[in-house]
């Protein structure tokens, strides 16, 4: 492969929003359709698997393990991640293979990575760091660039646009460094996702939000071309405006007596051992487990009667849930706001067992984040007709219709780039 590829990977650039506002030359889109679910982890451990999902082992953000009884998301563990990688044939002939800030890139198969990785402290609070191999390219990146990373740039109430600037920076001075350029190097622009489902499609700010991403793709563009890169961009999935209500289907299962919880000073938490069935929400999609199979259908019946479920399929002896167009899945099972567990008002991405929007709203008190699930105003991992995502390449004579088309095309024939 004598030409070296970037591919980007920017969150909730969707083909509707590139129509409504065309990116400069020479950026071009066109549209292609995701995979589902369309959520970060599923995407991204498809596009580098060239396989659904469902065979690739992620089919959410979040993962249950069974035999611990506990919900985690955003683990980061490239082994969640099943099959072979598209550049599996490229680091046999000895290239290299760059990962920056994808997920479960954690012992992946690579060259050069870089990810965000804080410390938790035992008492509270965080060191930040980003985890990076070889281990000096974090501190010799931040240093270049004359700042580090910011995490609460990259999620909570502040998430804004300077985390994208910080990761596209890093990526120009990647290309540039001739003893880091990899062959092929993947990145990750978070930023145009939280305007969006602050806000919802429309809004002012969520334009600003794509001014600013075509800004900074310029920049790759103009710096890919500068040092041997052809450049591919896609959207890994398209936001969609909430239309009515957040649903709440552990809340369904707790007043069917299925989700089961154990009160600690006054607060409910879920009690996994016990409970009959439990979602974990995950934006448009929940996994509902049901470790009794006796409960598997009455947990059914709960799922058919909930207002905004659209779909049920089955798996194995659980189900997974998306929801009906403009809906979304929220995860509490408390209605009182007393009985919050002390998590529910703070940024905690891991323990959480659902995905939570919220975090991204300031709450009260000050400090705390938003419990109110109505404020979010946009929602994604629907897939097909409406939902597809934005792709441009500078790559010649390749126009897939899907995503996953590119990605096996790219398996087949890794020598055609």
Known sequence: MEKKVLIVDVAALGWDLVRHMPPPAPLAFQGLETV?????????????????????????????????????????????????????????????????????????????????????????????????????????????????????????????????????????????????????????????????????????KVFQALEKTYAWLSKLWKTAAATGYDLVIFGDYAIEAVTGAPVFPNRALRAAGLFHVRIVAGRAYPDFFTSGAFAMADHQIAHVFVPDAARRSPARRVLEQLDGVGEIQERGDDFLIAAQPGRWFAYPWWEAKSEAPDYAGHVDIHNKPGYDPCELFWGWPPGSVSQDAVRVRGTHGLAGAGHEVAWASSLPAIHPATLLDWTQRVTRDLSAL
């Open 36 to 204: 589902f679910p369309a959520v970060t982890c599923p995407v991204q451990a498809a596009f580098r698997t060239a396989q659904t999902p469902a065979l690739c082992g992620l089919e959410s953000n979040g993962v249950f393990q069974r035999e611990l009884r506990k919900i985690s998301f955003w683990e980061q563990s490239a082994h969640l991640v099943h099959g072979r990688r598209i550049w599996d044939g490229l680091r046999a002939r000895g290239k290299k293979v760059g990962l920056l800030f994808w997920q479960q890139s954690l012992g992946e198969q690579a060259d050069l990575i870089l990810t965000p990785k804080p410390v938790h402290k035992h008492h509270g609070g965080m060191l930040q760091d980003c985890y990076s191999q070889p281990h000096d390219l974090y501190a010799r990146l931040s240093a270049e660039l004359g700042r580090p990373f910011n995490l609460m740039h990259y999620w909570g109430p502040l998430a804004s646009h300077r985390a994208t600037g910080w990761i596209v920076d890093a990526t120009c001075a990647v290309m540039a460094a001739p003893d880091l350029a990899p062959d092929l190097l993947l990145t990750y622009l978070p930023h145009l996702d939280y305007d969006l489902q602050r806000y919802g499609p429309g809004h002012p």
